[in-house]
């Protein structure tokens, strides 16, 4: 096949109103850059900052040009003589969302509408050597009736940029090529399905053909030749081939193994020969597991939601996804689930190449709950998908990273429409598993492989909805969704803990998308005096997520026979009100919150796991059940845990074991602690916090105010107290558990996290570190903080809280200061707990008030 290359410089014209027509535009600009968007090429609307924070300033950052209307674009071209003849094809790679054609003025085939897959116009007998014009209509209208929400058309992912980007080319060969070649894998060979062209176009008429297939090995071995001899009966035909290997290798996420098929096709005097790159790998649920290869995987994942802020669109450059792909995977994750859209070609070559196993969807989104549309309502919808699935399975099947299919994200409506598309596509294309939509619980279909959702058979598959008992122990799982659920079960969106937006990144935002969000939300902090602390929210708040993501991750790990996790996510989502959830930020880099070494030692192919309570009292034993997840390349049997726990510097307790559980007896410890396990197992280490409470001495000599009256007297006249929650004005309530995703898209006054002066006298019996863990869990869900920024004299915080993005208020449950002639401790932790952080926290509190060091 050869190709003209169409990219350059092309003339253009906007039709804001959709007036013009092929007969009446005028061209008057010729320095439109194919490929490209209107933004790259700063045509539209241009966008500017918003003056001060509110909800539509904080939805998404945007295209620093906006253009959403018809676009034309026009281009001479010269075309060579020996296309005489010839298949002529006008290929373009990604075009968002229509286009249309005309050459000489005269309209070629219907408008396509298509955002998954390339744009293809037939040419062949309608255009002849010599000079043309070619005239295109690009719409990036919602012509589909999309709404707003699918990642593959939504101003909170990749925009609704207008153009044409990545290749963009006339293709032309012979009549008697090959259209097209899919290969089925299995565990002794490949079936090839090959469509061959010819000049056939009767019944009547047959034309011998020979098809040659060669496989090369990914170690660049040809393994042998194959001759077939067929019949072309028609001018476009299948025929199916079959080729056996002996020996395979398999591709997989440690081994991503790529084969080449190279078939010669020879029919009526004409030679056409093509290649395809495959991975010999079959992939089947069975008995509510997931086989690669007929060895139970685990998937570990991520999700990608066309975020990408440099382009506006999806990268066309294999690096990029290499890149992105390679991150993913040193942080221990070995999945990407393409939340409501269809990445262009080079994501999958990137996947192939790292073994990377991706999950795809169709820009297919509708719920009454975030759409005006449900799945299903709008007729069209039925025959675009329909056909959408059909054209992702012909254009990236032959991909062995491609491994899973969903219809879309989080649908409802018509789920007849979803059973016929997805019973419709596993019949035609068996090379995956398939459901019908991403999230929401419902009965298993008959066509569906797996199910991938928040809950499963009315069981929670992710702690957001169980995390005061994710809190008591290390010990949660979801064994009880696996048992009454048929089919593997993925757990949807795992985390989307806020991490404080970097407003700093603003730097960074170089290219098509202004980031209007982080400035908006960085001019509310200058107004709240609070962006000094910039640095110290996205430190604390991210160690809170850290944290909190290890829990969800480690639960999934913990269940025997789950199919896996994926996370929202790994890096940032900017769009849908500022969703800051990630351990990367947007560029895919780090925040610093945690390493990728240490974020793959509790994610990783094999974890150690260690189950067991938070919170203990010294006259307790401290009993656990150790454990291994492994999913690596070699099985590790009969695993040996070493176990350490440390007390500070101090090794606590020490054992080597092959046995699964341990008690150890915590009566030695006089003092309350914070201890560290360690478990090591074959190289790979995995670390957790337990908190450790001795008896403790309460002052009762210590004045305690509770109401306005006694303030006021104490500040008159002197003296030191601590001062209770009771006499907080505009009280903020606390929360240990951050703002889930955004606190605009789900309004929320809670706050992300909270920075303490662990340094501070009045912890020197009270175990923490600068950032809470869950020994402060029961004591921040029951405490309010008050706006220090208030206070007329001078106020140290001993526990500052993290505010969101959107509330911004300094505020602290705890904090000392001067007022009148008074030594205050202001206290807004209800101290009368029954539990025994609580008896300590009040025990160091009273200790430390009555005590010089106050």
Request: glycine fraction near 6%.
């Amino acid at each position: 096949m050869k190709t003209i290359d169409l990219s350059g410089k092309w003339n253009y014209k906007t039709d804001i109103d959709d007036s013009q027509t092929i007969d009446s535009i005028k061209f008057e600009n010729n320095n439109f850059n194919l490929p490209g968007s209107t933004c790259d090429n700063r045509i539209g609307k241009k966008t500017e900052y918003f003056d001060k924070i509110s909800k539509e300033a904080v939805r998404a950052p945007r295209e620093r040009y906006e253009y959403i209307a018809p676009l034309w674009l026009q281009k001479t071209v010269n075309i060579p003589n020996d296309t005489d003849g010839k298949t002529v094809r006008l290929f373009m790679e990604r075009v968002n969302i229509s286009s249309e054609l005309w050459i000489d003025g005269v309209k070629t085939d219907r408008q396509i509408i298509e955002l998954s897959t390339p744009h293809i116009y037939n040419l062949t007998g309608k255009i002849t050597p010599g000079g043309h014009t070619f005239t295109l209509k690009i719409d990036n209208r919602n012509l589909l009736n999309l709404d707003t929400m699918a990642s593959g058309y939504s101003v909170d992912t990749q925009g609704y940029w207008n153009g044409v980007i990545g290749r963009i080319e006339l293709q032309y060969e012979e009549k008697e090529h090959i259209d097209s070649i899919q290969v089925y894998t299995d565990d002794k060979g490949i079936t090839l399905k090959v469509v061959e062209t010819s000049d056939v176009h009767s019944p009547f008429k047959t034309e011998k053909a020979t098809v040659t297939v060669n496989v090369t090995s990914p170690k660049g071995d040809l393994l042998g030749e194959k001759i077939f001899e067929t019949k072309v009966f028609n001018s476009k035909q299948v025929d199916y081939f079959r080729y056996d290997i002996s020996e395979i290798d398999y591709w997989d996420e440690f081994n991503p193994n790529l084969y080449t098929a190279t078939v010669k096709y020879e029919c009526n005097g004409h030679t056409d020969i093509k290649s395809v790159k495959f991975g010999m790998r079959t992939i089947k649920t069975e008995n509510k597991k997931i086989l690669l290869n007929n060895r139970q995987i685990s998937l570990r994942g991520t999700i990608d939601c066309a975020i990408y802020p440099l382009t506006g669109y999806p990268p066309m450059d294999i690096e990029v996804w290499r890149k992105n792909f390679k991150t993913i995977k040193s942080y221990g994750l070995n999945h990407v689930r393409f939340h409501a859209w269809c990445p262009p070609e080079c994501a999958f070559n990137a996947a192939d190449e790292i073994g990377m196993y991706i999950s795809i969807e169709m820009p297919l989104w509708l719920n009454h709950d975030v759409c005006a549309l449900e799945t299903g309502e709008d007729p069209i919808h039925r025959q675009y998908f329909m056909q959408e699935a059909i054209n992702i399975s012909k254009t990236y099947g032959n991909h062995p990273s491609f491994i899973m299919f969903s219809n879309g994200n989080e649908n409802m409506g018509d789920f007849d429409m979803l059973n016929d598309i997805t019973t419709c596509i596993k019949a035609y294309d068996n090379r995956r598993i398939y459901t019908l939509t991403t999230n929401f619980d419902h009965p298993i279909m008959p066509c569906e492989d797996y199910l991938c959702a928040y809950e499963a058979g009315g069981h929670n598959v992710r702690i957001q909805n169980c995390q005061d008992k994710a809190a008591e122990n290390t010990s949660l799982d979801y064994s009880s969704a696996v048992k009454d659920v048929p089919v593997p079960i993925i757990s949807f969106e795992v985390g989307q803990y806020c991490v404080y937006p970097d407003v700093d990144l603003i730097e960074k935002y170089t290219g098509n998308i202004l980031p209007v969000n982080l400035d908006a939300i960085k001019k509310f902090m200058i107004e709240k005096n609070v962006y000094h602390k910039l640095n110290d929210y996205i430190k604390a708040s991210g160690d809170l997520a850290v944290k909190l993501y290890k829990e969800d991750i480690e639960a999934a790990l913990r269940t025997k026979d789950f199919g896996g996790f994926e996370l929202l996510s790994l890096s940032d989502y900017t769009g849908q009100s500022t969703a800051t959830v990630g351990i990367l930020d947007v560029f895919y880099e780090s925040k610093g919150l945690i390493s990728h070494d240490e974020f793959k030692n509790f994610a990783g192919e094999a974890v150690p796991l260690f189950k067991a309570k938070r919170i203990f009292k010294n006259t307790d034993t401290l009993e656990a059940e150790l454990d291994l997840y492994d999913f690596g390349e070699k099985k590790i049997n009969n695993p040996v845990y070493n176990l350490t726990v440390q007390n500070g510097k101090q090794v606590f307790y020490k054992t080597s074991t092959t046995e699964s559980k341990v008690s150890i007896p915590l009566n030695s410890i006089t003092k309350s602690t914070m201890l560290s396990v360690i478990l090591e197992v074959n190289g790979y280490k995995n670390t957790w916090r337990i908190f450790v409470f001795a008896e403790n001495k309460i002052e009762n000599n210590v004045r305690m105010i509770k109401s306005e009256e006694e303030l006021d007297d104490i500040i008159k006249n002197g003296g030191k107290a601590i001062v209770t929650k009771e006499c907080f004005k505009n009280p903020i309530h606390g929360s240990f558990i951050p703002v889930f995703w955004s606190p605009v898209h789900f309004p929320s006054q809670k706050p992300c996290g909270a920075i303490i002066d662990n340094n501070h006298r009045i912890f020197d019996d009270f175990p923490t570190e600068k950032y809470p863990d869950y020994q402060w869990k029961r004591l921040l869900d029951n405490s309010i903080g008050t706006d220090i920024s208030k206070f007329a004299g001078e106020v140290k915080p001993i526990i500052e809280t993290v505010p969101n993005f959107f509330d911004n208020t300094a505020s602290s449950p705890l904090f000392e200061t001067e007022i009148g002639k008074a030594k205050l401790l202001f206290c807004g932790f209800d101290l009368d707990g029954d539990y025994p952080e609580c008896k300590q926290l009040l025990s160091s509190i009273t200790q430390y008030v009555n005590s010089d060091k106050f």
